[in-house]
């Protein structure tokens, strides 16, 4: 209390939740080789190199980047070298243009590589009362209209900076090792979620945080290091293969509109030539 009598912050403070007040459940997923069959930055190679933001060298790359993806996927050192080349790369990118770029190829890219096993268990867990959020680290641009095809109530994902229409080449929030983690512990403090009592699954050893922060994990078509921790830890190991397009699964599903795929931008351009450069490089193995 200050010296005149009023009340200060520290005689009100902030109420805190008691355990009884998580009592609702939450299924985290990420995204590339969980939910969709490519990664989601490399998906859109083409029409960047058609709209002139990367070069004839990255498109070729890309096709064996993607084939290392699918393999493997990429440990933490290729990780890192590839938000430092994410960088560089973007700096400068017009962010109108690419929206454009990718509102027209949104949905053509990605409605095919869905996975059906992937797309059920959404739909099973929004059956039981649990929401579902989608983790990953390709950008929010991107990874929010999947979420909305998907019924996602929540995404979290990378945010990069833009300035005067432009990307900086900095990074504002980077979704990815133990930050997806530290993100779905805030998120779960904001909406209750126990999360001794929710779900995630990942393909990666990178998300070994994701996934040790809940009480139900999987593996997803896991790269071998993830694998072998699922293994020692008695989690169960999912295969996913059946990529499907998603109106053929749901008669009712119509495509996004324009206005909505327009927001899907930065991430995905942004990862993209990360991800071609450094995935054609010789992977270190994983254990």
Known sequence: MAADGTPTVADHPAPERTAAAFTRTAAFFDLDKTIIAKSSALAFSRPFYQGGLINRRAVLKSAYAQFVFLVGGADHDQMEKMRQYLSALTRGWNVQQVRE??????????????????????????????????????????????????GADHVIATRLAIEDGCYTGEIEYYAYAENKAAAIRELAERKGYNLADSYAYSDSITDLPLLSAVGRPSAVNPDRSLRKEAVARDWPVLVFDRPIELHRRLPEF??????????????????????????????????
């Open 101 to 150: 770029i990718v509102a027209e190829t949104l949905h053509g890219l990605i409605d095919p590589i869905i996975y059906e096993e992937a797309a059920a268990l959404i739909e099973q867990h929004h059956a039981a009362g649990r929401d579902v959020v989608i983790v990953s680290s390709s950008g929010a641009e991107v990874v929010e209209p999947i979420g909305a095809l998907l």
């Open 254 to 287: 119509k495509t996004p509109s324009r206005s909505v795929l327009a927001t899907a931008a930065v991430g995905a351009a942004c990862l993209s030539a990360a991800l071609v450069w450094q995935l054609a490089k010789r992977r270190r193995p994983t254990g």
